[in-house]
């Protein structure tokens, strides 16, 4: 060997000891702390002239094997494990900001504290999305059960200060009706009384204001009612610029199971067949107009279009993320 070859062997040499007494000697550190949190849980889109925001309020843990009904805790099973879901379902709460310009409507507000610790995020999530609560003019109820109605108050008082709260006068005959409510299974007296406190401060405010049937609520947003799952349970048409979303509320709650068969229920349904009967005709009018879609209990954000499948089968379609630039 050269000498010049030599002396490039020896170089190398030191070069790679040096290199590794290096490594050897520094200090290894561990990988930094898990932080457990999401981000801020809440997702734009633009509707024609409006601007929707999904707001998130949370997830629960629901043992759906045990509450849908008119099907079999064998067939729910192997739904959801084709879905690679367990029998308790973390479940989203969603709701919707709808800025159409002239008005910042809220549709459902989410249950604060009336359904577990896991919820309650609606509040810091509108603050995430860049508004107040001071902001909210008019808040439109779904139907009054507390993962829906929970989110008005909070201590008590208004959350939405100046908001008008709109919600079907059948719902609210039934659930701030005290007799009815004394009526009632015990199990079931608690969705009377979350109700009641959480409509009361807007009523006695006069800000509770209800309609009846298919109603235009500001320009461009419309109820319509889809009475089943409660007595007064709506759904909110929100349409600008020939675009189209429809807000289901709790016209369903569990996508794996329910788009395969829409005869599926829930024990929390009131009246169960024209529940099933709703939804199949929603299932049927979203995949054929082909609008938006977005769902209280679908994964957040709970934005999508409907397909029809085979028999009576439909597919949830998710929206595409878009960044909105």
Known sequence: MSRSLKNLAAAIAVSSLAASFTLATLPVFAAGPMVKTQAPGYYRLALGDFEVTALSDGTVK???????????????SAALKRAFLPDAVETSVNAYLINTGSKLVLVDTGASGLFGPTLGSLQANLKAAG???????????????????????????????????????ADADFWLDETKMNAAPKESQGFFQGAMASIKPYAAAGKLKTFEGATELVPGVKAQPTHGHTAGHSVYVVESKGEKLVLWGDLMHVAAVQFDNPEVTIKFDSEAPPAAKERTKAYADAAKNGYLVGAAHIA?????HVRKSAGKAYTWVPLNYSSLK
Do not use: C, S, W
């Not at 629901?62 to 064998?74: C, E, G």
């Not at 507390?146 to 008082?157: F, I, M, Q, T």
């Open 62 to 76: 629901l043992p759906v094997k045990d509450l849908l009904t008119n099907t079999t805790p064998a067939k729910v």
């Open 131 to 169: 508004y107040q609560p001071e902001q909210v003019d008019e808040i439109y109820i779904t139907h009054m059960h507390p993962d829906h109605v929970g989110g008005l108050v909070v201590n008590g008082a208004m959350a939405f200060p100046n908001a008008v709260v709109r919600v079907d006068k």
């Open 300 to 304: 957040f954000p709970g934005l999508g």
